[in-house]
C-alpha cells in the first residue's frame, strides 16, 4: 500500500521547537521529491518546504519559513523529517507530507498540484 504517514504534531509554546516526521512505504521512496504542506482553520492547503529525491541536495522554502524551518531525509529509512524552531501562533495548523513520484532528481516544487501521495497530517498547535 502506497502511505505517508505523519508523527511528531502536538502542542507548544510560542518560541519553541518540534519535529515532525514522515515515514514512506508502498512506493520509490528515494525517487520521490518530499514536501511539507500546512492548512490552518479556515484557510487554503499552503507549502512549507521541499526536498528532491535521492538524497535531496535542492530544497525549497516558502517565504514565510524565514530560515526557521529545515527538512532532511534518510532514504534508507524512507523518512523525512521537519524541524520547525522559533515557533509562532500562525504557525498552528495541520501538517502534511507529500510525494512527488514524477520529479526530477535535482528539483523539487512548492506547487501542490505536483504531489500525488498524501499523508493523513498532524496537527500543530502554537500557544502563547
Known amino acids: 500500500e502506497v502511505q505517508l504517514v505523519e508523527t511528531g504534531g502536538g502542542l507548544v509554546q510560542a518560541g519553541g521547537s518540534l519535529r515532525l516526521s514522515c515515514a514512506a512505504s508502498?512506493?520509490?521512496?528515494?525517487?520521490?521529491?518530499i514536501g511539507w504542506f500546512r492548512q490552518a482553520p479556515g484557510k487554503e492547503r499552503e507549502a512549507v518546504l521541499c526536498?528532491?529525491?535521492?538524497?535531496?541536495?535542492?530544497?525549497a522554502y516558502a517565504d514565510f519559513v524565514k530560515g526557521r524551518f529545515t527538512i532532511s531525509r534518510d532514504d534508507a529509512k524512507n523518512t523525512v523529517s521537519l524541524q520547525m524552531n522559533s515557533l509562532t501562533l500562525e504557525d498552528t495548523a495541520v501538517y502534511y507530507c507529500?510525494?512527488?513520484?514524477?520529479?526530477?532528481?535535482?528539483?523539487?516544487?512548492?506547487?501542490?498540484?505536483?504531489?500525488?501521495?498524501w499523508g493523513q497530517g498532524t496537527q500543530v498547535t502554537v500557544s502563547s
Open positions: 507529500a510525494a512527488d513520484r514524477a520529479a526530477f532528481y535535482t528539483s523539487c516544487t512548492l506547487g501542490r498540484s505536483s504531489y500525488d501521495v
Open positions: 526536498i528532491s529525491s535521492r538524497g535531496g541536495r535542492i530544497t
Open positions: 508502498g512506493f520509490a521512496f528515494a525517487d520521490s521529491a
